[in-house]
């Protein structure tokens, strides 16, 4: 009994820290002015906490750790509207980045870009929902090139990470 209980010690020590790295790093961007020439474009640094939680813990953990942090980053910075835009732009990404990474035929950037990708989807069709209107549609063409781009820098940092941070200190009963 205490193995167990020790193990969700660790788990509970593991989901806390990456979600204060993932908050830390909405708070940093956050403080980034926008010098984007693209309306809406981030870097996503907080993506690389959620790479680094679907390749490190496993499925479930990237997407807990993902929708935690922005209900904590909508309650702390944002509001209600900023909440379901980020959920639905985050738990697609995530979907999306889950069901590549199962497959095993994509590399961490690959799916990282898709993730990029996804995350501005599911913020366009959130967008075209409340406006009830299919005329903001075009601006994907343009998010989908930012997507790539941000998800591309973002993976190849989370796949360093990955290769860098040791596994003891994801071992437990994370990866379920």
């Known amino acids: 009994m205490k193995k167990k209980s020790k193990t969700n010690v660790r788990k509970i020590a593991v989901y806390g820290m990456m979600t204060a790295l993932a908050l830390i790093f909405s708070y940093l961007e956050s403080q980034i002015p926008t010098f984007f020439p693209v309306p809406g474009m981030k870097l996503g640094i907080t993506n690389i906490i959620v790479v680094l939680s679907l ?34 732009g985050g738990f697609l990404s995530t979907s999306v980045m889950i069901l590549l990474k199962q497959t095993g035929k994509f590399k961490v950037v690959t799916v990282s870009i898709a993730g ?12 075209m929902a409340a406006l009830n209107t ?6 994907l063409t343009v998010l989908w090139f930012t997507g790539m781009a941000t998800g591309a820098l973002i993976g190849l940092l989370g796949n360093e ?12 009963e994370l990866k379920k």
């Open 55 to 88: 390749y490190k813990m496993g499925n479930g953990s990237a997407m807990a750790v993902n929708i935690l942090r922005i209900i904590l980053v909508s309650f702390l910075f944002g509001g209600p509207s900023a909440m379901i835009y980020s959920l639905a």
């Open 161 to 172: 990470l990955i290769k860098r941070i040791p596994d003891k200190i994801f071992e437990g």
């Open 134 to 139: 299919n005329g903001i549609a075009w601006y």
């Open 116 to 127: 990029g990708i996804f995350h501005n989807v599911g913020q366009i069709l959130i967008a």
